[in-house]
Antibody, heavy 123, light 107 residues
Framework: QVQLVQSGAEVRKPGSSVKVSCKASGGTFSSYAVGWVRQAPGQGLEWMGGIIPVFGTAIYAQEFQGRVTITADESTGTAYMELSSLRSQDTAVYYC????????????????WGQGTLVTVSS | DIQMTQSPSSLSASVGDRVTITCQASLDISNSLNWYQQKSGKAPKLLIYDASNLGTGVPSRFSGGGSGTHFTLTISSLQPEDIATYYCQQYESLPLTFGGGTKVEIK
């Protein structure tokens, strides 16, 4: 059974950065894609980007280009999402999720999800 | 970007009712459409993939249909545990985009 376990809640000041981790177990981490989706309080779901660990190249939504970096460490089965230049509008729950595809475009369904990491940006 | 429009944004129905949620894509996305259920305070759960395929462990009262630009999610007999917000998501092209959600409540 695939499980994705994310790091704990974070509080950051505007202008700083945050790095959220997502550790996979119970499956073949490297062979499939990992995507990142965020959800602001009371709002819908927003795709940020994704990566296939075995390829190592990430794809990002245009909205986050230049501010987000998605990486993966095959040796530990962990994916990371780092968001910089934080503003109050970045306050949200950030989810990692597996996409069962080997396509570098990381398109498909999110079949397993992490529990979510709340990132609060406040001065 | 492909816009996904869900309707209604919320609905209230009785236990045992048949419930249908629609999702309209701004461009033809073939069958590249998924549905998720999100209960309060929880991560989303995959219900339907490729427009009509049931996710692992999902009850058979859930079904998906449609292709091109018009899609539906149907709950054949609403149960109390189906209280949640439902989202559609397209993966025909990047960026992946979600509908705005449909909140389902019990009358």
């Amino acid at each position: 059974q695939v499980q994705l376990v994310q790091s704990g809640a974070e509080v950051r000041k505007p202008g700083s950065s945050v790095k959220v981790s997502c550790k996979a177990s119970g499956g073949t981490f490297s062979s499939y894609a990992v995507g990142w989706v965020r959800q602001a309080p009371g709002q819908g779901l927003e795709w940020m980007g994704g990566i296939i660990p075995v390829f190592g190249t990430a794809i990002y939504a245009q909205e986050f280009q230049g501010r987000v970096t998605i990486t993966a460490d095959e040796s530990t089965g962990t994916a990371y999402m780092e968001l910089s230049s934080l503003r109050s509008q970045d306050t949200a729950v950030y989810y990692c999720a597996r996409v069962p595809t080997r396509s570098p475009t990381v398109r498909g369904q999110f079949d397993y999800w992490g529990q979510g990491t709340l990132v609060t940006v406040s001065s | 970007d492909i816009q996904m429009t869900q309707s209604p944004s919320s609905l209230s129905a009785s236990v045992g009712d048949r419930v249908t949620i629609t999702c309209q894509a701004s461009l033809d996305i073939s069958n590249s459409l998924n549905w998720y259920q999100q209960k309060s305070g929880k991560a989303p759960k995959l219900l339907i993939y490729d427009a009509s395929n049931l996710g692992t462990g999902v009850p058979s009262r859930f079904s998906g249909g449609g292709s091109g630009t018009h899609f539906t999610l149907t709950i054949s007999s609403l149960q109390p545990e189906d209280i949640a917000t439902y989202y559609c998501q397209q993966y025909e092209s990047l960026p992946l985009t979600f509908g705005g959600g449909t909140k389902v409540e019990i009358k």
